[in-house]
């Protein structure tokens, strides 16, 4: 909470801005207790909401929690995640990579002007209800603004239906949440999700540690491994 509040006052935010998070991110903070940020997750956002809901809250102004504690979270994970640094060990996966790692593993993607979408895998969205897919790695979600390129996970403070159901027309996203989740494909939705991925506008995947089913699934819908920065391989589709 104090992390955010600096960061707010270094960027010359309203007095009456700071008062206003400073009794939301209050309320939220009491209600997380002794939890440290990387325990809340989901789960207990929606626990949040709850309790808010039971003192009679008013939409607005549970929305306004809501986007309190989230932009709180985010920037508190974005300064630990990038003063840990990248170490590439199970345990910390998902952290920032050191500035040499980041800038071998974005310099081919941003060199790329083609527009082409970056899918990140583990694949999400995450954020308020409805949540799909698998949560995603950290660093995915700091590097989607810095080379030009759409990503395939998003975390907003909410999922619109219109979303999720967009990708689960889509057999290629439909199959790929499946395997993540541990269930089989059969070759028929395989046949499937290859015919569908050759349509979209995917130029690259970037695999942040995913299990080895996964990484079989991708290489049969046709993409091969490019190369490695640290511990993050990079795909192309093979088909281009």
């Given at each position: ?15 009456h ?39 009679g ?56 002007h083609?527009?082409?979408?970056v ?107 490019d ?14």
């Amino acid at each position: 909470m104090a992390d955010f509040l600096r960061h707010l006052r270094e960027r010359n935010a309203s007095p009456h801005t700071i008062k206003a998070y400073t009794g939301d991110l209050g309320n939220f903070a009491a209600y997380a207790g002794s939890r440290g940020w990387k325990s809340i997750d989901h789960i207990a956002i929606r626990g949040f909401l709850s309790q808010l809901y039971e003192k009679g809250l008013g939409k607005t102004s549970v929305a306004r929690s809501l986007a309190a504690a989230t932009a709180a979270l985010v920037v508190v994970a974005a300064l630990a995640i990038m003063e840990a640094g990248w170490t590439g060990a199970p345990a910390v996966r998902g952290l920032m990579p050191t500035a040499d790692a980041l800038r071998a593993l974005d310099r081919p993607i941003a060199a790329d002007h083609s527009g082409s979408i970056v899918l990140d895998v583990p694949f999400g969205l995450r954020g308020g209800l409805p949540l799909y897919g698998s949560a995603f790695a950290k660093p995915a979600f700091l590097l989607a603004t810095a080379d030009g390129h759409p990503r395939a996970v998003s975390y907003t403070s909410w999922v619109p239906r219109a979303n999720t159901r967009w990708f689960k027309r889509h057999p290629f996203y439909l199959e790929l949440v499946a395997v993540q989740n541990g269930s089989q494909v059969s070759a028929a939705e395989l046949a499937a999700a290859r015919r569908d991925v050759r349509g979209m506008n995917i130029g690259w995947m970037l695999d942040w540690g995913v299990s080895q089913p996964v990484v079989q699934y991708l290489t049969a819908t046709g993409f091969v491994f490019d190369y490695r920065a640290d511990q993050v391989s990079v795909y192309r589709p093979g088909w281009r």
